[in-house]
């Protein structure tokens, strides 16, 4: 028999009297010295371990989720660029079968009849569950970057929107370029400069054979050449176009025609005056000029006599197509340009000069 604490009571199977003179056992007696033993339990800890794992699970479940819409919404972009792209194909193909049609005919328009989509410069379409939209530019329109002159470079770049300094690096950058000296301009760059960039290269020193070869030359970047959208005063969003559209490799002639000149290239011409290289480029847009006589007798500001020379109404049968086209309800574009050459009667009704599937889509992504 042991005895517990200083009370020298025995743990038996009788127990001290209890109140009123009764006796009990050891698990009924209510003191401090009671012998209940507590109820011992895991569900607390079971409990958090679920809660756990269902945290667990739903994050799993969260993720698989996730990739699942991110992988549904790349196929889906990925059908869409298809479908642009060939859409952009078809809408070349249509574009070129108009010029062709439009060159072979034998009546010609009158005067009070309107334009077509030729004529204006733009044809759009649809094709599949695509839209198109392909912009048309008889090289004509341009200006030759092999030949043309300093004053008229000059005048270019500014007027596209290139402020100096960078101006003036461009303009002699490019003439140092086309050279074949090594004497650097003031503001340009020869072999030194671009033996200094990675990856080094030389200077041409000779004639451009794609008007691509400018993203070589110091200063320019991809916005001075293809363009960029900005914000107007009024909030709009605006897209201003680059070198790119306004030079050629493919032009041999002087004359510039007017009914696909850009308003930069009319207003680069010696001695043109503003007003009226905007009045001219309004006009031709909403009704092309006949010939040079129309010109000098419905534009209301005078052309000094330097300005006639360089003005043509004369196609050159070589044509910029730069078509855009996306998917109905989706914002994934496809831009294609091309440069085709008319040659009818030949066994080849057209030749591809150029053709470039990677073009930045500047005016998908505006601000």
Same mark, same amino acid.
């Given at each position: ?7 020298q ?12 003179? %009764?006796?009990?056992?050891? %698990?009924s007696?209510?003191?401090?010295f ?6 011992r ?15 667990? @699970?739903?994050v ?92 008229? @470079? ?63 030359v ?8 293809y ?141």
């Amino acid at each position: 028999m042991k005895t517990v604490g200083s009370g020298q009571w025995s743990v038996g199977s009788e127990t001290p009297a209890l109140p009123g003179g %009764s006796r009990g056992t050891a %698990s009924s007696w209510p003191g401090p010295f009671s012998a209940v033993a507590p109820v011992r339990t895991d569900s607390g800890v079971i409990l958090i371990a679920l809660l756990w794992i269902l945290t667990a @699970l739903s994050v799993i479940a969260l993720s698989f989720a996730r990739e699942s819409f991110v992988e549904v919404a790349a196929a889906r972009n990925a059908q869409s660029l298809e479908s642009s792209y060939f859409s952009a194909r078809a809408g070349i193909a249509a574009t070129i079968y108009q010029i062709f049609q439009k060159r072979l005919m034998t009546t010609v328009q009158q005067s009070d009849q309107t334009p077509d989509p030729i004529d204006l410069g733009v044809v759009s379409g649809t094709f599949g569950d695509a839209e198109y939209r392909v912009d048309i530019q008889d090289e004509s329109g341009k200006i030759n970057i092999n030949t043309i002159s300093e004053q008229q @470079l000059r005048a270019l770049v500014e007027a596209s929107g290139i402020a100096k300094p960078d101006s003036d690096i461009i303009v002699d950058s490019i003439l140092d370029w086309r050279d074949i000296d090594t004497q650097m301009r003031t503001n340009g760059a020869e072999d030194d400069y671009y033996k200094t960039l990675i990856p080094p290269y030389e200077a041409k020193d000779g004639s451009l054979k794609t008007v691509e070869e400018l993203l070589l030359v110091r200063g320019m970047t991809a916005d001075y050449f293809y363009g960029h959208p900005e914000l107007a005063q009024d909030g709009s969003v605006t897209y201003r176009y680059g070198l790119s559209r306004y030079l050629t490799v493919y032009s041999t002639r002087s004359q510039i025609n007017i009914n696909f000149a850009a308003l930069p290239v009319l207003m680069s011409i010696p001695d043109m005056p503003l007003q009226a290289a905007k009045w001219i480029y309004d006009r031709r847009r909403a009704k092309p000029f006949k010939d040079i006589v129309e010109v000098t007798n419905d534009t209301p500001y005078p052309l000094g006599g330097g300005v006639l020379p360089y003005l043509s109404t004369i196609q050159a049968g070589v044509y910029t197509l730069t078509a855009s086209a996306h998917a109905v309800n989706s914002k994934a574009r496809r831009i294609v340009r091309t440069v085709i050459s008319l040659t009818p009667g030949q066994s080849l009704q057209y030749q591809t000069l150029y053709w470039n599937e990677n073009i930045p889509d500047y005016e998908g992504n505006t601000p």
